[in-house]
């Protein structure tokens, strides 16, 4: 299954204000979920979400920057999914 879906879907629920501290029936939130995956792209995101949520919370109006990076990524992930693919890691020769 392509992890495109994950990250359109991912975006999408941080768009719609999803609850990035929710927890699992396992009292797992999406963070840890995505970071067992090994999901940097998630990952992100949700530490971004996180960070945007912590400022909004002590009153901070922050700059413009998460929504800048979110957007992004946002429309990458939307548009186009395969320029967020991974490069795999290089082939070196064994000695």
Known sequence: MSPWPN??????FLK???DVNA???D???PL???MDSANADIVTL???A???ELEVAQGQSGDDTYLDIFRDISLLASDHPEKLARAPPPKHPTL
């Not at 990250?7 to 999408?12: D, G, I, N, T």
Request: charged share 35%; proline share 0%.
């Open 32 to 34: 840890s979920i995505a």
């Open 23 to 25: 927890v699992d029936a």
């Open 46 to 48: 949700l530490r971004l």
């Open 27 to 29: 009292g797992r939130d």
């Open 16 to 18: 719609r204000g999803a």
């Open 50 to 52: 996180k960070m945007r």
């Open 7 to 12: 990250r359109s879907l991912a975006c999408l």
